[in-house]
C-alpha cells in the first residue's frame, strides 16, 4: 500500500498568520491518465470530512481562496493564506492513485 | 441538497454482525461510484470499500476483504456494508462518501454523519 506522512502532526497557529502543511508519498501518485489524484479534506471537530483539495491544486467549491494546494509525484503542499477562527481541526491528504486509497495521519491545527 | 444518512450502527460482540445502511438522495445516486471510510476513536481516516455506479465491481481494505461486503440498491438510493466476523479493531466511525478521488473537475465530494459501530 501507498504510505503517506504528513508535517508537522501538529500546528499552533496564530490567527491571520499563514501556515503550511507537507504530505509526502511512498510511491509517484502520477496515475496512467496523467492525473495526480492526491486530495486534501479537513474535519472540523465533532464533524465528518470535507474535501477541500482534489488533484494536487483544485478547490472544491464553496472553499475559500486562502486555502491552495500545490506540489507534483511525491511531495505536496497545503497552505493557508491567513488562518481563521473556522480553520481549526485536522487536515489529512489522501491519494487516490493506488488501490487501496491511502490517508496521511493527520495534522492537527489548532490556535495558539 | 445532497444528503448521505448512515444507519444501523450499534454494539456487537466479536464475532457478530452488523449492516449498515447509507440512504442518498439529492443526486443521482446510480451516476456514482460510492465508499465506505472508518475512523477508529481517536484515530485518522481510513479508506475500507467502493462500488461502482452499478454495483458490478467492489474493491476492499485487506483488513476488512473476506469479512465484508459493499453492496448497492440504485433504485432505492442505498448503499450497504455488510459487516460478519467483527474484531474489536473494527470498532470505529463508519462513513459513507462519494466522489472522494475527485475524478471529474467540479463535482464535489459528500460524506455522511456517520454510523458507530461498537465492537466488544
Known amino acids: 500500500d501507498v504510505v503517506m506522512t504528513q508535517s508537522p502532526l501538529s500546528l499552533p497557529v496564530t490567527l491571520g498568520q499563514p501556515a503550511s502543511i507537507s504530505c509526502r508519498s511512498s510511491q509517484s501518485l502520477v496515475y496512467s491518465d496523467g492525473n495526480t489524484y492526491l486530495n486534501w479534506f479537513l474535519q472540523r471537530p465533532g464533524q465528518s470530512p470535507r474535501r477541500l483539495i482534489y488533484?494536487?491544486?483544485n478547490r472544491d467549491s464553496g472553499v475559500p481562496d486562502r486555502f491552495s494546494g500545490s506540489g507534483s509525484v511525491t511531495d505536496f503542499t497545503l497552505k493557508i493564506s491567513r488562518v481563521e477562527a473556522e480553520d481549526v481541526g485536522v487536515y489529512y491528504c489522501?491519494?487516490?492513485?493506488?488501490?487501496?486509497?491511502?490517508f496521511g495521519p493527520g495534522t492537527k491545527v489548532d490556535v495558539k | 441538497e445532497v444528503q448521505l444518512v448512515e444507519s444501523g450502527g450499534g454494539s456487537v460482540q466479536p464475532g457478530g454482525s452488523l449492516r449498515l445502511s447509507c440512504a442518498a438522495s439529492?443526486?443521482?445516486?446510480?451516476?456514482?461510484?460510492m465508499h465506505w471510510v472508518r475512523q477508529a476513536p481517536g484515530k485518522g481516516l481510513v479508506w475500507v470499500s467502493r462500488?461502482?455506479?452499478?454495483?458490478?465491481?467492489?474493491y476492499y481494505a485487506d483488513s476488512v476483504k473476506g469479512r465484508f461486503t459493499i453492496s448497492r440498491d440504485n433504485a432505492k438510493n442505498t448503499l450497504y456494508l455488510q459487516m460478519n466476523s467483527l474484531r474489536a479493531e473494527d470498532t470505529a466511525m463508519y462513513y459513507c462518501?462519494?466522489?472522494?478521488?475527485?475524478?471529474?473537475?467540479?463535482?464535489?465530494?459528500?460524506w455522511g454523519q456517520g454510523a458507530l459501530v461498537t465492537v466488544s
Open positions: 462500488i461502482i455506479s452499478d454495483g458490478s465491481v467492489t
Open positions: 462518501a462519494r466522489s472522494i478521488r475527485g475524478v471529474q473537475n467540479g463535482v464535489k465530494s459528500y
Open positions: 439529492g443526486f443521482t445516486f446510480s451516476n456514482y461510484w
Open positions: 489522501m491519494q487516490g492513485t493506488h488501490w487501496p486509497f491511502t
Open positions: 488533484k494536487v491544486s
